[in-house]
């Protein structure tokens, strides 16, 4: 542990003194499993199954994306990231990328099996809810899976390039309408009920969660 600190260590001080490696990036390739046509599918139905991706590499870390994702969050780094210089630099958005790619696949153990944590209601169930509720932000949501321009996350030091204002737990709305989508945790949900009830009771403005 001691050993993997001080590598840790060094790694931030050449970030710091501006020596870090940049992120690489592969060309785009197509992954997907073939079952989905049948074993006897026709080739344009297998080929439906398959996505296309990029691998962003760092030093021995490899991450896998799907392009439509990578682009998702260059759209969001190119409207948030700060200083405004940093906007439109290829090699400031690989390296925030690559860091919010890197913590939510650390926060579920980094192996493919063990699901993405990105489940998200489609989007008719958001348009509902704007509709209906006038919701206008979600509370619960990563750069990858986010709907709306305004997000909360559980990381802000890697997703407020992205756009997010951090944790549920230190946002304090006085008026609006919110949707929350978390992880199905008994105790997190029951956590965030409790926080939902003291926010309603310390406004006399109109505010509204919708939880999922």
């Known amino acids: 542990l001691s050993k993997a600190c001080a590598r840790a260590h060094a790694t931030l001080a050449a970030a710091r003194g501006g020596k870090s490696k940049p992120v690489k990036m592969s060309a785009p390739f197509e992954v997907g499993d073939d079952r989905r046509g049948g074993r006897d599918g026709d080739e344009e139905t297998r080929t439906r199954g398959k996505a296309t991706k990029v691998?962003?590499?760092?030093?021995?870390?490899?991450l896998?994306?799907?392009?439509e994702?990578?682009?998702?969050l260059r759209a969001l780094h190119s409207r948030h990231a700060s200083p405004k210089q940093a906007r439109g630099d290829e090699?400031?958005?690989?390296?925030?990328?690559?860091?919010?790619?890197?913590?939510?696949?650390?926060a579920r153990?980094?192996?493919?099996?063990?699901?993405?944590?990105?489940a998200a209601a489609p989007g008719a169930v958001f348009a509902a809810l704007r509709e209906t509720f006038g919701v206008e932000a979600e509370l619960c949501a990563s750069p990858v899976n986010?709907?709306?321009?305004?997000?909360?996350?559980?990381?802000?030091?890697?997703?407020r390039h992205f756009g997010s204002f951090g944790d549920v737990f230190a946002f304090k709305p006085t008026c609006g309408s919110f949707q929350a989508n978390p992880p199905?945790?008994?105790?997190f949900i029951g956590r965030l009920v409790k926080r939902f009830?003291?926010?309603l009771r310390d406004t006399n403005e109109p505010l509204s969660f919708l939880l999922i």
């Open 109 to 118: 153990g980094t192996h493919h099996k063990a699901g993405t944590m990105q």
């Open 55 to 62: 691998a962003m590499t760092h030093g021995k870390t490899r």
């Open 197 to 199: 009830e003291t926010l």
């Open 184 to 187: 199905f945790d008994s105790a």
């Open 146 to 159: 986010c709907r709306w321009r305004s997000f909360g996350s559980a990381f802000l030091e890697c997703d």
């Open 69 to 72: 994702t990578l682009e998702k």
């Open 64 to 67: 896998e994306v799907n392009v």
């Open 91 to 106: 090699r400031r958005f690989r390296n925030d990328a690559f860091c919010v790619l890197a913590r939510y696949g650390a």
